[in-house]
């Protein structure tokens, strides 16, 4: 970019930058539409005063970063993390902008965040941070504006205190963000919705190239929200799942959990430690596990160049955002192991969450199974545009998810004549 007239000079290849400039390669990008796709529309950083319950007073760091509204108000999670920083909220906003264009809802890509350690703040301390949060961006957040979600360690209980204390200021508008309490305007199957997604890609792939998932051995790091649905919906398809794993402990059972029993363990106990019926193993070993299925459900960055010449699964599916290292994914090519990418298999969250969006303006709630066929249709469409795409250029499935996004997305750019 022209350096003369002061323009952003792009740099610091991150796995997304990476993972688009690969894309953008193919595509023939201009560097001027690069520097446009690569550059946030507008980033907030705040302050974050904050009572904790033994009187202290501390300052946490908020991030609220919008890249790429023209296809829709910007949409992303918000997460509260210790590792939250601005390079990750941008990173992972950058996905949201690929992952709603693919599946082609009309918004566009946001992502925010607080570095912090919820695990040891009580839920007062969690409601008042997250109230302070909220009066620090009401500004740029709105139901036409940017509408967060839930993403790593918030939930719909978070999402009602956002509403409420947007409403606060501006009048009730549930539409400003969702995943809330489905008393309080959120989406019938909201909840699952991310695991549900994970599971029906999963499903759709083993039919097109197989393994099919009758059958398959499914490894699952992470029983959170998404990693505890995708297992019981992938066992109710017929797969086994043999090996599971939280922060506290990881387990193994070759002949399968019931899955079930696992999500409700993990629910009560907040942690699968103490599970009966399998044998505790080590996180390492849990990745390495030889399986059809691995799907990494909970944080970036933990398929590396260091562990992944020791995968032995034929297929990983990327529930979590980014867990999948660019080097990592190098590796995976050469061994000829399919990668189907975050941007895909965990898109399911962000299309129900269009879905709730919907009702909430447009004041009509659907039933269960009008949410789940709905979703259900728009991402096999994905999925079948996506592997069609791949086996036209010859790319892996991630290449082929960002060519058809940022297509979708440089067409949406020329229209409103940015370009
Ligand atoms: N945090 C989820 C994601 O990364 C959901 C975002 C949303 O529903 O807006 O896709």
């Not at 963000?177 to 699952?192: A, F, Y």
């Not at 895909?344 to 879905?355: E, R």
Request: net charge negative; aromatic share 6%.
């Amino acid at each position: 970019m022209p350096a003369d007239v002061g323009a952003i000079q792009v740099k610091d290849l991150n796995t997304t930058h990476f993972q688009f400039q690969q894309a953008a390669d193919h595509l023939g990008l201009s560097e001027e539409l690069r520097a446009l796709l690569l550059t946030p529309y507008r980033e907030l950083t705040v302050q974050i005063p904050v009572k904790l319950d033994d009187g202290r007073l501390v300052v946490f760091n908020g991030y609220r970063i919008q890249h790429n509204g023209a296809r829709g108000p910007y949409k992303g999670g918000l997460r509260y993390h210790p590792e939250v920083d601005h390079d990750e909220v941008l990173s992972l906003a950058s996905l949201m902008t690929w992952k709603t264009a693919l599946v082609g809802i009309p918004m566009g890509g946001a992502k925010g965040g607080v570095s912090c350690n919820p695990r040891n703040m009580s839920v007062s301390e969690i409601q008042r941070l997250t109230r302070a949060f909220v009066s620090k961006i009401h500004l740029v957040i709105g139901p036409y504006r940017d509408i967060p979600a839930p993403d790593v360690n918030t939930n719909p209980q978070i999402m009602a205190w956002i509403m409420d204390e947007y409403g606060k200021l501006h009048g009730f508008n549930p539409g400003v963000v969702t995943g809330k309490p489905v008393s309080l305007g959120g989406s019938l199957g909201r909840n699952e919705a991310t695991g549900r997604g994970v599971a029906l890609v999963t499903a759709a792939y083993g039919k097109r190239k197989g393994p099919k998932v009758q059958d398959a051995r499914v490894v699952i790091q992470g029983f959170g929200n998404v990693g505890s649905h995708a297992a019981v919906i992938l066992e109710e398809m017929g797969a086994k799942i043999v090996a599971v794993g939280d922060i506290e402990a990881n387990i193994f059972n070759p002949n399968g959990f019931d899955a079930k029993k696992l999500a409700a363990y993990a629910l009560q106990n907040r942690s699968l430690k103490g599970f009966p019926d399998g044998e505790e193993i080590d996180p390492a070993t849990l990745l390495e596990l030889e399986c059809e299925y691995l799907i990494p459900a909970a944080l970036g960055g933990v398929i590396t160049k260091f562990n992944a010449d020791k995968i032995r699964a034929k297929v990983i599916v990327e529930a979590a955002n980014s867990p999948t290292t660019t080097n990592a994914d190098l590796v995976l090519e050469d061994r000829g192991i399919t990668v189907i990418p975050d941007i895909l298999a965990n898109a399911g969250g962000v299309t129900v969450s269009y879905f709730e969006w919907a009702q909430n303006i447009q004041q009509y709630k659907w039933d269960l199974n009008r949410v789940n066929t709905e979703l259900e249709n728009i991402l096999i469409a994905a999925f079948d545009k996506v592997l069609d795409c791949a086996e036209k250029e010859k790319s892996t499935l991630r290449v082929a998810a960002y060519l058809l996004a940022i297509q979708e997305v440089s067409e949406a750019l020329t229209l409103r004549g940015v370009l």
